[in-house]
Nanobody
Framework: VQLVESGGGLVQPGGSLRLSCAAS????????MSWYRQAPGKERELVAR????????NYADSVKGRFTISRDNSKNTVYLQMNSLKPEDTAVYYC?????WGQGTQVTVSS
């Protein structure tokens, strides 16, 4: 299993970013996928999860209405569209499948 995140960066409050996670080494379309994040000094937390075919999604209360998880099974990729970003969204964001993790991508929200 290999999970490779991209799309992080520095953005001003209120801005947007789209994270991508390219997956390989398993039958992508058969598995739910998740995004987690970890801020400095805090535990890693679940941000969003999407079912194998994308028909069901779940979000942390802190991101509901601002973040959207989606997937393209033809590209073996899961996305996280992040809008109305806040400084408290600053964290390393990780793609997850069971006990497999990507390397993470840094998102910094600051003016």
């Amino acid at each position: 299993v290999q999970l490779v995140e991209s799309g992080g960066g520095l953005v001003q409050p209120g801005g947007s970013l789209r994270l991508s996670c390219a997956a390989s080494g398993f039958t992508f379309s058969s598995y739910a996928m998740s995004w987690y994040r970890q801020a400095p000094g805090k535990e890693r937390e679940l941000v969003a999860r999407i079912s194998s075919v994308g028909g069901s999604t779940n979000y942390a209360d802190s991101v509901k209405g601002r973040f959207t998880i989606s997937r393209d099974n033809s590209k073996n990729t899961v996305y996280l569209q992040m809008n109305s970003l806040k400084p408290e969204d600053t964290a390393v964001y990780y793609c997850n499948l069971h006990n497999h993790w990507g390397q993470g991508t840094q998102v910094t929200v600051s003016s």
